[in-house]
């Protein structure tokens, strides 16, 4: 099983501020990996596909970089409705796993 | 629009079963691999299990292997997880989520909550 290591476990930042994610595999996932936002009571959003890719929809202060073991999500300047917690998941192969989560709070 | 609505939730005696079942609508359902994710309170994602568009071919998280099954009717629009001999860990809301063209989870239902206690 590929364990996806999320780093920090809480951000906290102020709107406006950068807000710099990382995702670690513990072996290599090639770009097969994915960005979910989820708010308070909600479902998970996908955000980010094939490690770089925004989905439809997702504004551009949203990017993803990486490739192999290592992965970041970038929010360029947080937006109030951009506090929430943020997965990573792969799907490199079976069973697909996601990372523990990065909780991005209003400081 | 795409929609998933999940249903069947609720509080169930260790041990014992129950069938969750997510309605879809909005998109050709046959042609979509579906998948059940989980979230235990207060926790992270995990997955559950996956399957094929065709129902030809499934696969599970290994914490739900031999216990859960994974099942579909493209006839009526529907997924469904049967859960059997449900334990306490396996307290969480359930998700069903459609396997994108891309591979990736592209679209959630709500969620249904199973709570396991004696």
């Known amino acids: 099983e590929i364990v996806l290591t999320q780093s920090p476990a809480t951000l906290s930042l102020s709107p406006g501020e950068r807000a710099t994610l990382s995702c670690r595999a513990s072996e290599s996932v090639s770009n097969l990996l994915a960005w979910y936002q989820q708010k308070p009571g909600q479902a998970p959003r996908l955000l980010i596909n094939d490690a770089s890719k925004r989905d439809t929809g997702v504004p551009a202060r949203f990017r993803g970089s990486g490739s192999g073991t290592d992965f970041t999500l970038t929010i360029s300047s947080l937006e109030p409705e951009d506090f929430a917690v943020y997965y990573c998941?792969?799907?490199?192969?079976?069973?697909?796993?996601f990372g523990g989560g990065t909780k991005v709070e209003i400081k | 629009q795409v929609q998933l609505v999940e249903s069947g939730g609720g509080v169930v005696q260790p041990g014992r079963s129950l069938t969750l079942s997510c309605a879809a609508s909005g998109f050709t359902f046959r042609s979509f691999g579906m998948h059940w994710v989980r979230q235990a309170p207060g926790k992270g994602l995990e997955w559950v299990a996956m399957?094929?568009?065709?129902?030809?071919?499934?696969n599970y998280g290994d914490s739900v292997k031999g216990r859960f099954t994974i099942s579909r009717d493209n006839s009526k629009n529907m997924l469904y997880l049967q859960l059997n001999s449900l334990r306490v860990e396996d307290t969480a809301v359930y998700y069903c989520?459609?396997?994108?063209?891309?591979?990736?989870?592209?679209?959630w239902g709500q969620g249904t909550p199973v709570t396991v206690s004696s």
């Open positions: 989520a459609r396997e994108g063209y891309e591979g990736w989870f592209d679209t």
């Open positions: 399957i094929w568009p065709d129902g030809s071919n499934k």
């Open positions: 998941q792969h799907r490199s192969n079976w069973p697909l796993t």
